[in-house]
């Protein structure tokens, strides 16, 4: 989402840091030219004017003037002002008993989804969530919100059919809490595509009966200023204590999460960075901050390889890449361990410089047509891909519906690859016979890329 304005902030810094003295004149234009990129990208107007206050403020101090390396220190002092825009550090859920969150907004902004995604990370982090469907203007929502539960195997609060009244439904609902085992309540209210009076009456009605640790406001990132104007008029009205922050993955300019933390004063708590149930996150707004700014962020990407590739199979994978036993079937199963992660666009994204390198775009198309010639392959010839002979290769291709040719580069580069770590575990024989240093340490990989 923010490749454009990541683009126009890092050419800006660029040039900064290739003037060989700092001057308020240097620092003028630059923050010009980041101002102009912060209103492209659908900031808010007076919270870009503030922000490039306070970076003026701190970018003019004698210390960085005189630094030497001025043009480092500013790019310092914009990464701290912009996690501090973005709310510092995460903020965390408030859950105490009776854990109660009220999950509000607009039609289409993604209410239901969101629940199902936050009571899917509760679980995993060991809460046990309750579902509870309190939209009776949307009957679909129900049924998706049971579907989404059955999913994730949380349990689901359904309302009788034909039920009107919200107030009666909530405690209904709170009854069947007490039947549970569950710790956290999620209840999933109704939304309008327009705010009206009606909707927020409502909302405060049930804010009053169930008295929740969190309101929690699920806002489209897409949809940008409005989601600033929508955020205030809920705040306002319900005394939000946090917000979501959906389709970060999208295409939208991005400024809506720039400008809510400032406009509300609440925190970004979590976003949703995909379309898939598991694709919900905590906010960092220091990752985030790194992420625009192309600094990458190596800790999310850590964090998302070890939630997707269990330890017995990272050793394993390791092990035959040792000792040069890998085959395509271990390449099957470690691209799809890479594609569990995540979109690899945003991958590439979290790890830093990447952005840099304009060939780094990762067609996903062709990762599937990679896929689709080895699984046209028979297990025999994953496991022993040297009997891949002419004919054999005719056949995998017309069955992945690719040309002879993109199986070949693809065979040619699985081989090389094989080449290299055979080589690399002969090269570790060798060392360890001479009794000299093994420059590919412990693990089998040279150091530095460990």
Request: hydrophobic letters at 45%; a negative charge; glycine letters at 10%.
């Given at each position: 989402m923010f490749s454009r304005l990541s683009d126009k902030l890092q050419d800006v810094f660029k040039n900064i840091r290739g003037q060989g003295r700092i001057s308020e004149a240097n620092i003028a234009d630059a923050l010009r030219e980041i101002r102009l990129a912060l209103?492209?990208?659908?900031?808010?107007?007076?919270?870009?004017?503030?922000?490039?206050?306070?970076?003026?403020?701190?970018?003019?101090?004698?210390?960085?003037?005189?630094?030497?390396?001025?043009?480092?220190?500013?790019?310092?002092?914009?990464?701290?002002?912009?996690?501090?825009?973005?709310?510092?550090?995460?903020?965390?859920?408030?859950?105490?008993?009776?854990?109660?969150?009220?999950?509000?907004?607009?039609?289409?902004?993604?209410?239901?989804?969101?629940?199902?995604?936050?009571?899917?990370?509760?679980?995993?982090?060991?809460?046990?969530?309750?579902?509870?469907?309190?939209?009776?203007?949307?009957?679909?929502?129900?049924?998706?919100?049971?579907?989404?539960?059955?999913?994730?195997?949380?349990?689901?609060?359904?309302?009788?059919?034909?039920?009107?009244?919200?107030?009666?439904?909530?405690?209904?609902?709170?009854?069947?809490?007490?039947?549970?085992?569950?710790?956290?309540?999620?209840?999933?209210?109704?939304?309008?595509?327009?705010?009206?009076?009606?909707?927020?009456?409502?909302?405060?009605?049930?804010?009053?009966?169930?008295?929740?640790?969190?309101?929690?406001?699920?806002?489209?990132?897409?949809?940008?200023?409005?989601?600033?104007?929508?955020?205030?008029?809920?705040?306002?009205?319900?005394?939000?204590?946090?917000?979501?922050?959906?389709?970060?993955?999208?295409?939208?300019?991005?400024g809506a999460a720039l400008s809510l933390r400032s406009v509300t004063g609440q925190p970004i708590k979590f976003a949703g960075v995909g379309e898939k149930i598991d694709q919900f996150e905590v906010f960092h707004p220091d990752r985030l901050a790194g992420r625009i700014l192309g600094m990458g962020d190596v800790v999310s990407l850590v964090e998302k390889a070890a939630e997707a590739i269990s330890e017995v199979d990272a050793r394993r994978m390791e092990e035959k890449l040792r000792t040069a036993r890998f085959d395509l079937n271990d390449f099957l199963q470690q691209f799809k361990m890479i594609r569990r992660m995540g979109p690899l666009e945003n991958l590439l994204g979290m790890i830093p410089g990447m952005d840099k390198m304009k060939g780094a775009s990762v067609d996903e198309k062709q990762l599937k047509r990679v896929e689709a010639i080895i699984l046209s392959m028979t297990p025999a010839e994953r496991g022993r891909p040297d009997i891949l002979n002419a004919r054999r290769r005719q056949r995998i291709a017309r069955g992945s519906g690719v040309s002879v040719s993109e199986v070949n580069n693809l065979v040619l580069r699985f081989n090389q690859m094989r080449k290299m770590m055979k080589n690399m575990g002969s090269m570790k024989k060798l060392m360890a016979r001479a009794g000299g240093p093994n420059p590919f340490g412990s693990s089998g990989l040279p150091k530095g890329f460990r």
């Open positions: 209103l492209d990208a659908d900031v808010d107007y007076q919270v870009a004017k503030d922000f490039i206050a306070r970076v003026k403020e701190k970018a003019l101090g004698e210390e960085v003037l005189r630094s030497i390396t001025p043009g480092q220190q500013i790019v310092k002092i914009f990464h701290e002002e912009l996690q501090a825009l973005l709310g510092g550090d995460a903020a965390p859920l408030h859950l105490d008993a009776p854990a109660r969150i009220l999950v509000v907004g607009l039609n289409g902004a993604g209410k239901t989804t969101s629940s199902a995604k936050l009571a899917r990370l509760l679980k995993a982090q060991g809460k046990a969530p309750l579902l509870l469907a309190c939209d009776l203007q949307r009957p679909a929502a129900i049924d998706q919100l049971d579907v989404l539960g059955r999913q994730i195997e949380v349990p689901v609060f359904r309302p009788a059919p034909g039920s009107t009244d919200v107030l009666a439904v909530a405690a209904e609902g709170l009854k069947w809490c007490a039947t549970q085992n569950g710790n956290v309540q999620i209840f999933d209210t109704a939304g309008r595509q327009d705010l009206d009076g009606p909707l927020l009456d409502e909302l405060r009605a049930l804010r009053d009966a169930l008295q929740p640790r969190e309101i929690l406001l699920v806002c489209d990132a897409a949809t940008g200023q409005q989601a600033v104007g929508v955020a205030q008029r809920f705040h306002e009205a319900l005394g939000l204590t946090g917000l979501v922050l959906t389709k970060l993955d999208g295409d939208a300019r991005g």
